[in-house]
């Protein structure tokens, strides 16, 4: 699987926007972006995926480089519940056979401040 | 979205036995399952791919005679960590994707094993 870099951690203060970054360089051209995230003592959650285009939905917002080098998920509004680890993962298109599972970075701490 | 849920959600067992945690997905069927083993302060890593009515395919360096997975119904998937010892203490966590191929995984809550 291609590698991801996250910074970290980030800081950011409660009902600003968050924008977390990733750099994916050597993404081939059929690889997802996916994004999850974990609250601590908890199983991860899914946040959003994209392959180029840009992408929004109720949780987040996806932004893809035009080279797809990079992306930046972006929290609208963060809250202190979004606090979390979250983790940038590259997933190529399925091609059957079940092996399916997801290679997880150290992902970017997120720090909310009230 | 749907639903995957772990038990038990914490165990606290003796060294030398062994610790079933079970995987179910609550409202849709899963040909596949994932197990995986987070460490503290570490990443999650996958330990193996449980598949409905066939063996498990395991990662390199996971035992699958120390990490017994059964995969016995379209809901169901169970973990077995047999012989426990302490350095298996860790937080299990197991997904599902509801359709082969689907982009979205769902994760379960996780179980806390603590190996005394």
Known sequence: DAKTTQPNSMESNEEEPVHLPCNHSTISGTDYIHWYRQLPSQGPEYVIHGLTSNVNNRMASLAIAEDRKSSTLILHRATLRDAAVYYCILRGTYSGGGADGLTFGKGTHLIIQP | ?116
């Open chain 2, 1 to 116: 979205g749907a639903v995957v849920s772990q038990h038990p959600s914490r165990v606290i067992c003796k060294s030398g036995t062994s610790v079933k945690i079970e995987c179910r997905s609550l409202d849709f069927q899963a040909t596949t399952m994932f197990w995986y083993r987070q460490f503290p302060k570490k990443s999650l890593m996958l330990m193996a791919t449980s598949n409905e009515g066939s063996k498990a395919t395991y990662e390199q360096g996971v035992e699958k005679d120390k990490f017994l997975i059964n995969h016995a119904s379209l809901t169901l998937s169970t973990l077995t960590v047999t012989s426990a010892h302490p350095e298996d203490s860790s937080f299990y966590i197991c997904s599902a994707r509801d359709y082969p191929g689907r982009n979205e995984q769902f994760f379960g809550p996780g179980t806390r094993l603590t190996v005394l």
